[in-house]
């Protein structure tokens, strides 16, 4: 969340976590921006699952090992890099 103002709330609870997705300070949903993320991830082969308006949920097996978290995490982090640069241009 701290190098991703794009990221608003985070909550879950066991591996079932969603991420709510902000354009600002005041809180103002980021629904394309959090749709297009899923396509970013897809793209690199991480499917990720539309939660609402402005929300993506991560929802990994219980039989996920720590390499394939350490997978999602750098897929997680290019898409959302990817998505603030368009956003940025």
Do not use: Y
Request: one cysteine or more.
């Amino acid at each position: 969340q701290k190098r991703h103002p794009l990221m608003g709330d985070v909550r879950g609870m066991g591996l079932m976590i969603g991420v709510e997705f902000v354009k600002d300070a005041k809180k103002t949903k980021a629904k394309e921006e959090s749709n297009q993320l899923v396509l970013e991830a897809f793209k690199r082969g991480l499917l990720l699952l539309p939660c609402g308006e402005n929300a993506v949920r991560l929802c990994p097996s219980l039989s996920v090992t720590q390499d394939q978290c350490d997978v999602m995490l750098d897929i997680w982090e290019e898409s959302l890099a990817a998505v603030e640069k368009q956003m940025n241009s």
